[in-house]
């Protein structure tokens, strides 16, 4: 995990960015494969308070939908509604 600066929307609202890892191993055709990526995510409000806090490369359990980064650009972005230490 690795945390960008906290900022304030205008209207006030907490928000961070971070870059979420994810490594694993999943079967595909029937064969083991090891799965490695980094994501783009986004906490608000009381949770972007609580990820800002977090140390780089602190392993969480996350949740939360994928969004478009905007209407315009179409990257995918996780949502974060939950964030658990591990």
Do not use: W
Request: charged share 20%.
């Amino acid at each position: 995990m690795e945390v960008e600066g906290l900022r304030y929307t205008p209207a006030g609202v907490a928000v961070v960015e971070l870059k979420i890892g994810h490594a694993s191993h999943q079967l595909e055709a029937g064969m083991r494969r090891r799965v490695e990526c980094e994501m783009p995510a986004v906490a608000l409000a009381d949770l972007a308070e609580t990820v800002s806090r977090m140390l780089p490369g602190t392993q969480v359990r996350s949740g939360g939908f994928l969004c478009g980064r905007s209407r315009v650009n179409r990257q995918l972005v996780l949502h974060l509604n939950s964030i658990d230490i591990i």
